[in-house]
């Protein structure tokens, strides 16, 4: 039997692409090599899956490809157009600071929504399919695995990237995609934490704090980038949501052979002069106190420690000891706390790859390949990545959506 389409990888990005297809009367095959689809849906959004934001705009996302505009296919539409498919697959979605869940908060719940529509529609799906080879002859693609032969006269690659392998992305679609000519730009991990050389971070770990973050490098006097949010301390480094917006920024730059910094600053609503105040009153009100106790109602007291001893002071040491240039001292340390990066967590911690197959040999209107006629990609395989908060299903479901609805032409077929 000849499918109308291939799809490859039962993510969000190749289940949308399959059920648009199969909507538009395509007869559809999945074929996914683990034992079940969507399994990297029930780990997102710590299980409550965050599938789209109420603020939805091309400029949350990064792509190398410098002429290409995102801003043609993502825009505020696109969220109604990710809340309509969770409701057509029977999944009401709820809203909490903008970030859209399914109502139940339970992940699930979509992937329940995505199996029954893919069986409503009739498609093939196969798990457990171990490809070995795929090839191109006479407009028919054949994929050939250790359990089948597949044919079909669309292809569409949605295997996903490199993160998480445990999910079932392993890489092993970019060599699919290289195999047909494309070109893959180079992948690393992004939406993870950031290992840092500082050895003071031992004592740090557990630590969740509102931080303002500002990457420099030695040498250069500009801000490279800057994030505010809910910094986690960990024993090997920093983590939390403005780490990971910055982890594949900082990744590039540190593979430049460049040596970013990223300074914390503990107080981000209060100025350097006020800041400066503060910390003198509190000194000052006790002299007899130790420095660690008289910051203890000001500042975390893991955070505390750690500054007063970067400062060149003991904890211990009495208030009444303490100087207007130690309090300088303490003051710049906490507006400027220092972690030297010298790795990200790695794929298997990120939640999402920068990089991936090159969206200048994408025709965007359609996901369809540019060199191959009839090949197709979505999702994260592309060289696309979102910021957190729903921005990366989105993209799987939006370039699923495009792809299954443009594959399907049927006087193309
Ligand atoms: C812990 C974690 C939390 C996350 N939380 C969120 C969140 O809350 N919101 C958000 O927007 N994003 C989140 N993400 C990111 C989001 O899950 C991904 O961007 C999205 O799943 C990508 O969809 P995809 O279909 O392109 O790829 P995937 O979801 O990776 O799916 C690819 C599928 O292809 C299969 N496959 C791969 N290679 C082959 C092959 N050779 N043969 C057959 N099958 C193959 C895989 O097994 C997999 O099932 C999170 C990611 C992680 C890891």
């Not at 091309?58 to 969220?79: A, F, H, M, Q, W």
């Not at 329940?112 to 002859?137: A, Q, Y």
């Not at 490279?224 to 960990?234: D, I, M, N, Y």
């Not at 593979?255 to 209060?270: H, S």
Request: charged share 20%; hydrophobic share 35%.
């Amino acid at each position: 039997m000849i499918y109308d389409i291939i799809v490859i990888g039962a993510g969000p990005a190749g289940m949308t692409a399959s059920i648009y297809a199969a909507r538009n009367k395509a007869n559809v095959c999945l074929l996914e090599h683990n034992d079940r689809t969507g399994r990297k849906i029930l780990s997102t959004g710590n299980g409550k899956c965050n599938i789209t934001n109420m603020n939805m705009s091309s400029e949350y996302y990064n792509t190398s490809s410098k002429n290409v505009d995102l801003s043609r296919i993502i825009d505020e539409r696109t969220t109604m157009e990710v809340i309509d498919l969770c409701n057509y697959m029977g999944i009401f979605t709820r809203v909490k600071n903008g970030y859209v869940y399914p109502y139940s908060e339970q992940a699930g719940a979509v992937l329940d929504g995505f199996n029954s529509e893919l069986s409503r529609l009739n498609v093939h799906t196969f798990t457990l399919v171990d490809i070995i080879d795929i090839t191109l002859r006479d407009g028919i693609y054949t994929v050939k695995s250790g359990s089948g032969i597949y044919e079909g006269r669309r292809l569409i690659i949605a295997g996903g990237s490199k993160c998480a392998s445990k999910t079932g992305s392993d890489g092993s679609c970019y060599e699919y995609a290289r195999s047909f000519g494309h070109h893959i730009v180079k992948v690393i991990p992004a939406l993870t934490g950031l290992i840092c050389k500082e050895k003071y971070f031992k004592e740090l770990k557990g630590v969740r704090t509102e931080a303002i973050l500002n990457v420099t490098v030695p040498g250069h006097s500009e801000m490279f980038f800057s994030e505010r949010g809910e910094l986690q301390l960990a024993e090997y480094g920093i983590s939390g949501i403005p780490v990971f917006q910055l982890c594949s920024r900082i990744k590039r730059l540190m593979d430049n052979g460049l040596n970013p910094v990223v300074n914390i600053d503990f107080t981000p609503d209060i100025s350097a002069g006020e800041l400066y105040r503060i910390i003198r009153e509190m000194i000052k009100r006790c002299p007899d106190s130790s420095v660690a106790s008289a910051l203890s109602g000001f500042l975390n007291n893991k955070i505390a420690s750690a500054v007063i001893r970067i400062s060149g002071l003991k904890p211990s040491g009495l208030c009444e000891n303490i100087s207007n240039s130690n309090i300088h001292a303490l003051c710049d340390i906490i507006k400027s706390f220092t972690a030297t990066p010298s790795d990200t967590r790695g794929f298997e911690n990120a939640q999402c790859c920068a990089g991936g197959v090159s969206l200048d040999e994408i025709n965007l209107n359609t996901m369809e390949s540019r060199l191959v006629p009839g090949l197709y990609f979505a999702g994260e395989i592309l060289d696309v990545d979102g910021i957190c908060g729903g921005y990366n299903l989105t993209w799987a479901v939006t370039s699923g959506r495009i792809a299954g609805l443009n594959s399907s032409v049927m006087e193309k077929i």
